[in-house]
């Protein structure tokens, strides 16, 4: 499996301010996904890392909110802008090596907006 | 799109003992279907996974089961220990257009009495 690296962990932003978290794999990996995870919830999926190109996003999601760049195989990064209390959630990278592969999750960015 | 419904949401059982948690879905294409475990403060991490043209797999401790004509899977612990307590997420991915996207259920949160 691939070793998946989260930043920040967590932090704490304020109301109206922009977020970007990072996601490093220690491997070129064929897919990059962006996760979101609401307290005590489950995982929904905010869109598909694309290389090169513009990321896919689920329905509820959109590229104004979550912008995402992927530069390479092994990089990826989420934004969450102009964040409210209601984007207080973990933020999760994960990985797969084929279309068909198993899903690696990071250890998730949890972000608290105040 | 897929559902994935899963049961119980929570479960609190003795050390030494079985857990079963069930998941049903809903697309009969679906053909991949993993549990993750989560403990606190974590990312999810694969513990094991099934696809459509096996009906059961073991790993020492875990075991799962799939009836592809009643679309439901199970996850088995057997001999639970106290480091099994986490939330368990099952999942379960289609065979259409958009083949690597996961569908997860809800969660089940396990705890292991000593």
């Known amino acids: 499996s691939a070793v998946i690296s989260q930043k920040p962990s967590r932090d704490i932003c304020q109301r109206g301010t922009s977020l970007t978290i990072q996601c490093q794999v220690d491997s070129q990996v064929t897919m990059m996904f962006w996760y979101r995870q609401q307290p005590g919830q489950s995982l929904t999926l905010i869109a598909t890392?694309?290389?090169?190109?513009?990321?896919?996003?689920e329905s509820g999601f959109v590229i104004d909110k979550f912008p995402i760049s992927r530069p390479n195989l092994t990089f990826s990064t989420l934004t969450v802008s102009n964040m409210s209390p209601e984007d207080s959630s973990i933020y999760l990278c994960?990985?797969?090596?084929?279309?068909?592969?198993?899903?690696?999750f990071g250890e998730g960015s949890r972000l608290t907006v105040l | 799109g897929e559902n994935v419904e899963q049961h119980p949401s929570t479960l609190s059982v003795q050390e030494g003992d079985s857990a079963v948690i069930k998941c049903t879905y809903s697309d009969s294409a679906s053909n991949y279907f993993p549990w993750y475990k989560q403990e606190l403060g974590k990312g999810p991490q694969l513990i094991i996974d099934i696809r459509s043209n096996v009906g059961e797999k073991k790993d020492q401790r875990i075991a799962v089961t799939l009836n592809k004509t009643a679309k439901h899977f199970s996850l088995h612990i057997t001999e639970t220990q106290p480091e099994d307590s986490a939330v368990y997420f099952c999942?379960?991915?289609?065979?259409?257009?958009?083949?690597?996207?996961?569908?997860f259920g809800k969660g089940t949160l396990l705890t292991v009495n000593p």
């Open positions: 999942a379960a991915r289609g065979s259409g257009g958009s083949n690597y996207k996961l569908t």
């Open positions: 994960s990985v797969s090596t084929s279309h068909t592969g198993e899903l690696f």
């Open positions: 890392a694309n290389q090169g190109s513009e990321a896919t996003y």
